[in-house]
């Protein structure tokens, strides 16, 4: 098993631009994440979704978008990039309802300039 | 309000002392979980320990245990003989009912040779 995959590793974007990171997981999990972390903080909620096209609002929503078309796959899009995103993204991935161990990808770290 | 208060911002300690993490969090919710997370130099978040509100057991694995108080809203790790392997920041956090999870800001771990 890869577990939970992203890409890419690094990217650096454009005020104003806009892209979409990936995350992809196999090991079936119903339950995917994403969160932001920004330096020297801990890890904010973005989005969640608890299965294939059902996705909800974390802590921290605005100004991105996701969808769930798949069990293995969460995309999170970025419209509009602003320096305010410039953050490192994590996605994750859970078995169980929401309060099982979560299974984290190795981050996307986004520059906006 | 912060919903998971790690107090510590930085700790430095000597190769083979003891050290303790703290975790104080807030919730209303009687049926929660508690998480402590370690996030290497490296990046990557690997999941430590998991406890339900109902289980206020402590628990001991290898050099790591876990001390989780209701009365004082609080889940504190102490490593025991610590090791450089353990030089880290360790996050703490909390998942209530609704997929809401929330992180402390981390607390960084030096250990000295």
């Known amino acids: 098993n890869a577990g939970v995959t992203q890409t890419p590793k690094f990217r650096i974007l454009k005020i104003g631009q806009s892209m979409t990171l990936q995350c992809t997981q196999d090991?079936?999990?119903?339950?995917m994440y994403w969160y932001r972390q920004d330096p020297g903080m801990g890890l904010k909620l973005i989005y969640y979704?608890?299965?294939?096209?059902?996705?909800d609002k974390g802590e921290v929503p605005n100004g991105y978008n996701v969808s769930r078309s798949t069990t293995e796959d969460f995309p999170l899009r970025l419209e509009l990039a602003a320096p305010s995103q410039t953050s490192v993204y994590f996605c994750?991935?859970?078995?169980?309802?929401?309060?099982?161990?979560?299974?984290f990808g190795p981050g996307t770290r986004l520059t906006v300039t | 309000a912060q919903k998971v208060t790690q107090a510590q911002t930085e700790i430095s300690v000597v190769e083979k002392e003891d050290v303790t993490l703290d975790c104080v969090y807030e919730?209303?919710?009687?049926?929660?979980?508690l998480f402590w997370y370690k996030q290497p130099p490296s990046g990557e978040l690997v999941f430590l320990i998991r406890?339900?509100?109902?289980?206020?057991q402590n628990e001991i694995s290898g050099r790591y245990s876990w001390n989780f108080q209701k009365s004082t809203s609080s889940f504190n790790f102490t490593i025991t003989a610590s090791q450089v392997v353990d030089s880290a920041v360790y996050f703490c956090a909390l998942s209530e009912v609704g997929n809401q999870f929330y992180f402390g800001t981390g607390t960084s771990l030096t250990v000295i040779p």
């Open positions: 979704s608890v299965g294939a096209g059902i996705t």
């Open positions: 406890r339900n509100s109902f289980d206020e």
């Open positions: 090991m079936n999990h119903n339950y």
């Open positions: 994750a991935s859970s078995h169980r309802d929401g309060l099982g161990e979560q299974y």
């Open positions: 919730t209303r919710d009687t049926t929660y979980y």
